[in-house]
């Protein structure tokens, strides 16, 4: 197996673009791009990456998935007309490591299947050293079942005014890998087992950032520095066995899990990396999505407009320790969502309501709660998009993280300058407006402000098919934990791989 693995990397690298064997091109095969999701089209010339061309044929093309959009129907078709090519093992009616996922329904797809494709269309550099290499790797790779997504970023934040007998300047490197490796299949594809994995690392440019970071400095309820992965070595939130079934609609876990790559996605808020960097636009905020955690999730989807997903872990679990050790029944939560997906709605366009609830089980007391996410598009035609997140919780469910109720909404304009080149969904950038309230929980005692808001400005500038630019500015009103005035700037510049 090891030797396959390395003749497969060895050749995608020398020969690029040229196929191996029984991967010749056709001249049917179009390379696509989802336009951030929401829309499927044949790239021509000027909007494809050379580094995508040369990294990989049109025909063994899986284009990136964005989690919170349902795969389009392209998408998938794409993937059911391609042919493994007799590529992995096997046995019986099985394919073991095959060259393409089993079957999804569209919503699971989304949040299952990373796809190959990492170099993205871009008008400004349309190849690139990196970009070329890093798609000949993957391409090779899921070749064997191996599909992810990896992030490194470094972030320079600064604070104004500076908090008093606090520092005010942090930089660091933040990096990311998840993925999905696909193990078996059937023969048709309706079933499957993979496995899920996370690692995250990263390193403050002389400071700790367990100990010291924008949050602490300014005591923030809120995380504006959402990018900070790091700060003791490289740790493991997430590694657990997979399932799915019944052609896709069905997907079981087991194993130590990361609940946030699953439940609470929303397409236009929902990473520190190319989305508004506060966290608490990430995810939201009182929704006990536990990673380094023991626990199962169970995920359905009967029909492309319904699914329903619930997963209970512990919540105690310490990174990079055995979660086994941790398991308690004073220390659980279960969350559970359900999905409405309407591809039109009003007259709007795409959007996605999902509806959330908890209960909990933490320092012997049991809670509760419940939240929104919603997402839509706001125009049948429009770039631009509204998102919103909103919970309420018990005092025993707020414990679990410090925070008793939180709405976030804002607007986000993508392809915001132009139809064709620079700034056009052909370089993927986009503007983003954001607000959030935050109400500490009495877990969170004692408190300067119970009540924390902020406003965030984030701007993405893609520069390479895997690079971007992406300048943010935060103001933080009433901070909980402030010992110094009711508000600051907060001021960040990353700059991010996308792999």
């Known amino acids: 197996m090891k030797i396959r693995i390395i003749r497969t990397l060895w050749a995608s690298l020398l020969i690029g673009g040229a196929a191996l064997g029984d991967e010749t091109q056709s001249a049917a095969a179009k390379y696509l791009d989802t336009a951030m999701g929401w829309d499927a089209y044949e790239m021509n010339s000027g909007h494809l990456p050379r580094s995508l061309a040369k990294g990989m044929e049109a025909e063994r093309q899986m284009t990136r998935r964005h989690a919170g959009v349902p795969t389009h129907d ?107 490796w696909f193990l078996a299949k059937d023969a048709d594809g309706s079933q499957g087992v993979f496995l899920v994995f996370e690692a ?124 086994f050790q941790y398991i308690s029944s004073n220390a659980w939560v279960n969350v559970g969502e359900i999905g409405f997906i309407s591809e039109d709605f009003l007259g709007l366009g795409p959007g996605t309501y999902r509806f959330q609830y908890t209960i909990t089980r933490y320092k012997g007391e049991t809670g509760s709660g419940a939240a929104i996410n919603f997402q839509q598009q706001l125009g049948k035609d429009s770039k631009l998009g509204f998102f919103t997140r909103c919970a309420y919780m018990d005092e025993d469910a707020a414990t679990v993280s410090d925070v008793k109720a939180c709405a976030t909404a804002g607007l986000v304009l993508q392809a915001p300058f132009r139809s064709d080149g620079w700034g056009s969904r052909s370089n993927n950038d986009q503007i983003a407006l954001g607000f959030l309230w935050e109400r500490a929980a009495s877990s969170s005692k004692p408190y300067a402000h119970k009540n924390e808001y902020g406003l965030e400005l984030s701007a993405v500038v893609q520069l390479t098919p895997t690079f971007f630019l992406q300048p943010d500015v935060q103001y933080i009103f009433d901070p909980v934990h402030s010992t110094d005035g009711s508000g600051a700037f907060v001021f960040q510049l990353q700059g991010v791989y996308k792999f």
């Not at 989304?110 to 550099?125: D, L």
Request: net charge negative.
């Open 74 to 180: 392209r998408l998938l078709q794409q993937l059911r007309d391609h042919v493994d090519n007799g590529k992995g093992w096997q046995v019986g009616s099985w394919l073991l490591f095959p060259g393409t996922p089993q079957h999804f329904m569209p919503y699971l797809d989304s949040v299952f299947v990373p796809g190959n494709t990492c170099a993205e269309p871009c008008r400004i550099i349309g190849e690139d050293l990196i970009s070329t290499s890093a798609q000949r790797v993957k391409k090779a790779l899921s070749g064997i079942g191996l599909q992810y997504d990896m992030t490194l970023s470094f972030n320079y934040t600064t604070l104004a005014p500076r908090p008093s007998g606090y520092r005010s300047d942090f930089a660091a490197f933040n990096n990311s890998l998840s993925g999905s």
């Open 200 to 323: 995250d690392w990263g390193q403050g440019v002389n400071f700790n950032e367990r100990r010291e970071s924008a949050q602490q400095s300014l005591g923030t309820l809120s995380d504006p520095q959402g990018s900070l992965r790091g700060g003791n070595g490289v740790f493991l939130p997430q590694l657990a066995l997979g399932y799915s079934g019944f052609d896709g609609q069905l997907v079981v876990l087991a194993g130590m899990l990361d609940t946030s790559n699953y439940l609470d996605q929303n397409a236009y808020s929902a990473s520190w990396s190319g989305n508004l960097t506060n966290g608490a636009f990430n995810l939201n905020p009182c929704l006990p999505l536990e990673w380094a955690n023991w626990g199962y999730l169970t995920a359905w989807q009967p029909n492309p407009h319904f699914y329903t997903m619930y997963a209970t872990t512990g919540c105690n679990g310490k990174i990079n320790h055995n979660p």
